[in-house]
């Protein structure tokens, strides 16, 4: 079992930037992708950006390209993601998941690919 604590979250203006960490624990010895999500009321929970174990060619939704950078510290189990230029619609919140089946390598998009997911931290961006 691995465990997964967002934290970071906030309520920021349009224009600021806010980095999100994602700590995880439990069982070890095991390579994880891993994403962020984000979901907002009355909406499906879609993927933000996601990394693979060596944290090389990272995914990005297009809505936060050129924006966000997702990043992860594996020595300090932990994933980031920076987030500049925030806009209103970036109100949300956002969850990190790691996916064990693709043994660290594949960036899956779905929710559903990965296995397990932190508790979620609110972002609100006010105009």
């Known amino acids: 079992q691995v465990q997964l604590v967002e934290s970071g979250g906030g309520l920021v203006q349009a224009g600021d930037s806010l980095t999100l960490s994602c700590s995880a624990s439990?069982?070890?010895?095991?390579?994880?992708?891993m994403g962020w999500f984000r979901q907002a009321p009355g909406t499906e929970r879609e993927i933000v950006a996601g990394?693979?174990?060596?944290?090389?060619?990272?995914y990005y939704a297009d809505s936060v390209k050129g924006r966000f950078t997702i990043s992860r510290v594996n020595a300090k189990n932990t994933v980031y993601l920076q987030m500049r230029s925030l806009k209103p619609e970036d109100t949300a919140v956002y969850y990190c998941?790691?996916?064990?089946?693709?043994?660290?390598?594949?960036?899956?998009?779905?929710?559903?690919?990965?296995?397990?997911w932190g508790q979620g931290t609110q972002v609100t961006i006010s105009s």
């Open positions: 990394i693979n174990w060596s944290g090389g060619s990272p």
């Open positions: 439990g069982r070890s010895g095991r390579r994880y992708a």
């Open positions: 998941a790691a996916d064990q089946h693709s043994l660290g390598v594949v960036v899956f998009t779905t929710p559903g690919e990965y296995d397990y």
